[in-house]
């Protein structure tokens, strides 16, 4: 079978997060391309398999699968009243090609003695996430999908209402420190490839983020930070997602300073079996101006001792097998270039930087992420 995926904005990440999950998920029993706008998956995998996949991701609006070239469109709908849209992610076709074809199928289907609306898109050549939801076309209406020389039929879009609920009704949030935005949370955590049910650290877990999606996600979560308020507020946001959202997994917060590990916090993590880790280091307060450069040199000298420190914290641990380490560093806008890491300076005992090039960003952002992901072994 055929599987299309509609990445969102940050292409390079989506197709490396669905990658990851592929493997980590499928194994090697898969295959996948790019087209412009879409990437395809081929397997032999079931249908549940594969929504199973789309269902972890943080950085795709949408997938379905490719229909046969002789497919019958009458047999896609099995209600009385026909509810459809169209989208196109093939660039031979636009919006005045959408509506010329949907009056087609209209009037064929209306011969047939059925109710008939449809719905076009309002921006662009393809219907919003918000627009196949509100629409029912999933569960009960069909969103046709046209694609490079076949069609395409939506059967899953984006979760956002759940993406929003836990973004806007968790009782703590820290406005002085900058969170991880939950699809690029999700994103990272899929970047780890740990197997369903293991355990997911993040050492500068401040109000849980990271913990949330894992939960989500059917992980086992460890939280550690140097700030108590942070911690108390993270156990606050756990305690009510998992009322909320009925979480099975198991959580464990305590205070940790990566930068002075007592012998007993050590002692302490060596009771986990840890099998990724996933965080955003401390970047300094949100900036809403091009920085001075020596503020910016000085917030990033700062970050990078915090990985530095987190990777000792590891040499002092034993792990079974090589772990992920997956870690946002900054890069700031200052008033004359941007500014980072050398990439010269990731080099630490007993990790390997195994990706290059990822970042996030927001338009007229002042801080980037650049996203990393190094495998860790332990000697
Ligand atoms: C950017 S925030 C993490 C945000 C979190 N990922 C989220 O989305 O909610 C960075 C965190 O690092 C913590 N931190 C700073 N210095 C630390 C240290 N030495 N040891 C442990 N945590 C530290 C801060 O207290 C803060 O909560």
Redesign the pocket.
């Known amino acids: 079978m055929e599987y299309f995926f509609v990445p969102g904005r940050l292409r390079k990440l989506s197709w490396v997060e669905l990658d990851s999950v592929c493997k980590n998920v499928l194994g090697f029993q898969y295959n996948l391309t790019e087209e412009k706008e879409y990437f395809v998956l081929k397997t032999d995998l079931k249908k549940s398999f594969v929504e199973k996949i789309f269902s972890r991701l943080g950085g795709f609006l949408k997938y379905g699968e490719v229909l046969d070239n002789n497919f019958e469109i009458e047999k896609l709908f099995d209600n009385k009243k026909i509810v459809f849209g169209i989208s196109s992610y093939y660039e031979n076709f636009c919006f005045e090609d959408i509506k010329k074809l949907s009056y087609n199928f209209k009037s064929e289907f209306i011969k047939t003695g059925r109710k008939v609306r449809f719905v076009l898109p309002k921006s662009g050549n393809s219907l919003s996430t918000s627009q196949v939801l509100n629409n029912r076309l999933i569960s009960e209406g069909v969103e046709l999908v046209l694609l490079k020389n076949k069609m395409g039929r939506t059967l899953g879009v984006q979760d956002i209402e759940s993406f929003s609920v836990r973004d806007y009704k968790k009782p703590f949030v820290d406005s002085n420190?900058?969170?991880?935005p939950i699809k690029l949370?999700r994103i990272m955590i899929n970047l780890a490839q740990v197997k369903y049910g293991g355990c997911i650290w993040?050492?500068?877990?401040?109000?849980?983020?990271?913990l949330l999606e894992s939960l989500d996600m059917g992980y086992d979560v460890l939280g550690?930070?140097?700030?108590t308020k942070?911690l108390d507020g993270a156990k606050k946001n756990i305690k009510w997602a998992k009322k909320y959202f009925k979480y099975i997994n198991n959580s464990n917060l305590f205070f940790?300073?990566?930068?002075n590990p007592t012998r007993s916090k050590i002692n302490l993590l060596k009771n986990y079996e840890i099998d990724g880790i996933v965080?955003?280091?401390?970047?300094g307060k949100p900036q809403r101006k091009a920085l001075e450069i020596h503020k910016a040199n000085s917030l990033v000298e700062q970050h990078y001792n915090?990985v530095k420190?987190l990777f000792s914290v590891l040499n002092n641990l034993k792990f079974e097998k090589p772990i992920r380490v997956v870690v946002v560093f900054p890069e700031y806008k200052t008033k004359r270039n941007w500014v980072s890491i050398p990439k010269n300076k990731l080099d630490f005992k007993n990790a390997k930087l195994i990706t290059k090039d990822l970042h996030w960003s927001r338009e007229n952002s002042i801080i980037k992420r650049l996203i990393f992901v190094f495998e860790y072994k332990s000697k």
């Open positions: 420190m900058g969170v991880l949370t993040d050492p500068f877990c401040g109000s849980g983020n990271v550690s930070d140097i700030d942070a940790l300073d990566v930068q965080c955003e280091p401390y970047m915090l420190n």
